[in-house]
């Protein structure tokens, strides 16, 4: 079946710090990949997602790119910000029409001034 | 703005209680998931509903049922709590989409403890 596979964390950077969490990724098909966020005592909201391969996502500084030739979604961002601390998920939804998206673990990100 | 709501955010109950959590959502949406998250084991899908009286299971029903009588609620029901179902819950939303590219709205959660 389909499958996410990122590290748990927790990654912990000092602010304006370059960022980069590895994502990777098992599915038939030609599945949408994403990246949620979720906020300390939050629900989850989505940060960036591509759709086809070789698309980039890009928000709020974030960006990852759709690589099928190594089904990775790697999530970076360039200067971090104490605001950016929270849990990253990648996810994939698989071809079909009912949105069925299978989660990675999420990666706990902490940003120190 | 979208809205995805959860009828509580902590809930403490007994084991061997029915429990209900509710999940409204006002965007319209066919499609509404609920979750459970884990420290370690990321999300994981408990049942879906792709319109009005649908269900499907998810990796992980046992020991719940869902209801769904109207497009913009979704209900999960523990028939008999225990203490491993404490977690925390999610619900989500989304349109249907082929292929499927459209966004999951999430609610904000219910923490529920089993004692």
């Known amino acids: 079946g389909d499958s996410v596979t990122q590290m748990e964390g927790p990654v912990t950077l000092s602010e304006e710090a370059f960022l980069t969490i590895n994502c990777t990724y098992t599915?038939?098909?030609?599945?949408?990949l994403f990246w949620y966020v979720q906020y300390p005592g939050e629900g989850l909201q989505l940060l960036l997602k591509?759709?086809?391969?070789?698309d980039k996502g890009s928000n709020k500084g974030f960006e990852a790119t759709y690589r099928k030739e190594t089904t990775s979604f790697h999530l970076e961002k360039g200067s971090v910000q104490v605001s950016d601390s929270a849990v990253y998920f990648c996810?994939?939804?698989?071809?079909?029409?009912?949105?069925?998206?299978?989660f990675g673990i999420g990666t706990k990100l902490q940003v120190i001034p | 703005d979208v809205k995805v709501t959860q009828s509580s955010r902590y809930l403490v109950k007994r084991t061997g209680e029915k429990v209900f959590l509710e999940c409204v959502q006002d965007m319209d949406h066919e499609n509404m998931f609920w979750y459970r998250q884990d420290p370690g084991l990321g999300l994981r899908l408990i049942y879906f509903s792709y319109d009005v009286k649908m269900k499907e299971k998810g990796d992980i029903p046992e020991g719940y049922s869902v209801s769904r009588e109207k497009k913009e609620r979704f209900s999960l029901i523990l028939e008999s709590a225990s203490t491993n179902q404490t977690s925390m819950y999610l619900c989500?939303?989304?349109?249907?989409?082929?292929?499927?590219?459209?966004?999951?709205?999430f609610g904000p959660g219910t923490r529920l403890t089993v004692l």
């Open positions: 599915a038939t098909g030609y599945p949408s």
């Open positions: 989500a939303s989304s349109f249907v989409s082929t292929p499927s590219t459209d966004t999951q709205y």
């Open positions: 996810a994939l939804s698989d071809s079909g029409g009912y949105q069925k998206v299978t």
């Open positions: 591509a759709t086809k391969a070789d």
